[in-house]
């Protein structure tokens, strides 16, 4: 039963460039979160999304950063035009339905932004 | 006042120590609480989840709610230098997109 998976694992991208992670949820799980850890802080969490729906982005910059849960295929996040800034760990967890708050993290990826 | 707050550490004990994990909040409506554990350049893992107030036993961990205090624990018996890793206290609200407030995280070493 394959957990939560996220790749590339390590990503490296040159600034003004775009950087695509993408999470493939654990089998039966309709939910789907992004978290950011940036070096010495705790995990923030970025967007919540069920297939084909944005449910909360509280926590998305304004800008350059989107995302997306297609009815096929794994969630996107997609940053662009990445500044230095944006180097940090980017965790995605999924959920089933009614999971009470249990969310299962993937092993994340890590941007590197030269 | 951050949300949810937690001593960083680090904090170094020797094998077969209790040790004490601790986090409080200001957030009333959080429900749900939990505790993950991150090894180095890994994904979280949970370790426990409580439910709104009281005790919950597994193994060797133990996790404690008091919503009066707003203050929640985690306990781990007869530490073993496998426990060496970064502990994580999360909680979130019932209900809505229940996405989780983590604390910093507080890294534990367990020497032999």
């Known amino acids: 039963n394959a957990g939560v998976m996220q790749n590339p694992r390590h990503l490296v991208r040159r600034r003004g460039q775009e950087a695509r992670l993408r999470c493939s949820p654990m089998k039966g799980h309709s939910h789907v979160y992004w978290y950011r850890q940036l070096p010495e802080e705790g995990l923030k969490f970025m967007v919540y999304?069920?297939?084909?729906?944005?449910?909360?982005e509280s926590g998305m910059p304004k800008e350059r950063f989107s995302a997306e849960f297609p009815k096929e295929g794994p969630s996107i996040l997609r940053i662009q035009q990445v500044v230095r800034g944006d180097s940090a760990a980017y965790f995605c967890a999924s959920s089933p339905q009614s999971s009470g708050g249990q969310q299962f993290f993937g092993p994340g990826t890590r941007l590197t932004v030269l | 006042q951050k949300e949810v707050e937690q001593d960083p550490g680090p904090l170094s004990v020797p094998e077969g120590a209790i040790v004490s994990l601790n986090c409080t909040y200001s957030?009333?409506?959080?429900?749900?609480f939990m505790w993950y554990r991150q090894y180095s350049r890994k994904g979280p893992e949970l370790l426990m989840y409580t439910y709104s107030s009281g005790n919950k036993e597994d193994g060797r961990f133990t996790a404690q709610v008091d919503k009066s205090s707003k203050y929640i624990s985690l306990f781990i018996r007869d530490s073993q230098p496998s426990d060496s890793a970064t502990y994580l206290c999360?909680?979130?609200?019932?209900?809505?997109?229940?996405?989780?407030?983590f604390g910093k995280g507080m890294k534990l070493t367990v020497n032999p």
């Open positions: 999360a909680m979130s609200v019932k209900g809505g997109s229940e996405k989780l407030v």
């Open positions: 999304l069920q297939k084909e729906n944005i449910i909360d």
């Open positions: 957030n009333s409506a959080f429900q749900y």
